[in-house]
């Protein structure tokens, strides 16, 4: 015999999806909203990939991270920095020449300008948060 009937378990199942659905929403709107500040204030200056530096991340995996050369356009100081998120594959090489954005009054703050750094960890939040929603939703239907 069962403790719970398979409609409470279904129920909680959808609430447990559509909370965290919503929770994966917010989240990805919050960085897509603060990615497009960053990109609409920062300057932008042309940049090189000097080294690629693989560190294991915190489930064992090798992320891969992007040494980046720049010379800030005001101040005309090179910068140097290891850019973000780190990727599995590396999506840079050695040598690339990319485009950097960074903050005026904090060059050390800097970002490649790419899908890869700048749109896809809030655009897997926002569709994993909607397949979330829509699942949650589907799975309270079927309760009813």
Not at 74 to 85: E, L, R, T
């Amino acid at each position: 015999m069962a403790i719970f009937s398979k409609s409470l378990k279904q129920r909680f199942t959808g609430a447990f999806l559509l909370v965290g659905g919503v929770g994966l929403m917010i989240a990805g709107i919050w960085i897509l909203f603060s990615t497009l500040e960053f990109v609409r204030y920062s300057e932008r200056a042309p940049g090189l990939v000097m080294e690629i530096v693989g560190e294991r991340g915190a489930r064992g995996s090798k992320l891969y991270y992007p040494i980046v050369r720049y010379r800030s356009l005001d101040q005309g100081a090179s910068v140097v920095f290891k850019a973000k998120p780190g990727l599995w594959p590396s999506p840079f090489s050695v040598g690339d020449n990319v485009t950097v954005a960074y903050k005026d009054d904090n060059p050390d703050d800097a970002k490649i300008v790419s899908f890869w750094t700048l749109w896809f960890l809030p655009g897997v939040l926002i569709v994993f948060g909607l397949a979330c929603l829509f699942a949650g939703r589907q799975t309270l239907t079927k309760s009813s």
